[in-house]
Nanobody
Framework: QLQASGGGLAQAGGSLRLSCEGF????????IGWFRQAPGKEREGVSV????????HSADSVKGRFSVSRDNAKNTAYLQMKNLKIEDTAVYYC??????????????WGQGTLVTVSS
């Protein structure tokens, strides 16, 4: 299971940090991805971090503003969001994925945490 937290209300230009804690599986075997879904829109990928934390990648829309990190000792990944924009308003989800070969993967989804950015 994954437990996402840290969402809330922020003003444009402000910051929030989301957390994603894993339970019941070997957290450091899984890459962690952050996704978001705004009202009326499809879910989109935001940022991803490899299982050891060596590599990260973020969508162009958040590059330079969002950063992803993880602390495997705490079974937790983070999404630091700075210079928030109104268009960042969405439900944010975390996902843990492990490739098992043959094109298959095992993954877990968190329940989502709502981020609302106001002007």
């Amino acid at each position: 299971q994954l437990q996402a937290s840290g969402g809330g209300l922020a003003q444009a230009g402000g910051s929030l940090r989301l957390s994603c804690e894993g339970f019941g599986f070997r957290f450091d075997d899984y890459a962690i991805g952050w996704f978001r879904q705004a009202p009326g829109k499809e879910r989109e990928g935001v940022s991803v971090i490899t299982k050891g934390g060596e590599l990260t990648h973020s969508a162009d829309s958040v590059k330079g503003r969002f950063s992803v990190s993880r602390d495997n000792a705490k079974n937790t990944a983070y999404l630091q969001m700075k210079n928030l924009k109104i268009e960042d308003t969405a439900v944010y989800y975390c996902n843990a994925e492990r490739r098992v070969g043959g094109g298959e993967s095992v993954d877990y989804w968190g329940q989502g945490t709502l981020v609302t950015v106001s002007s």
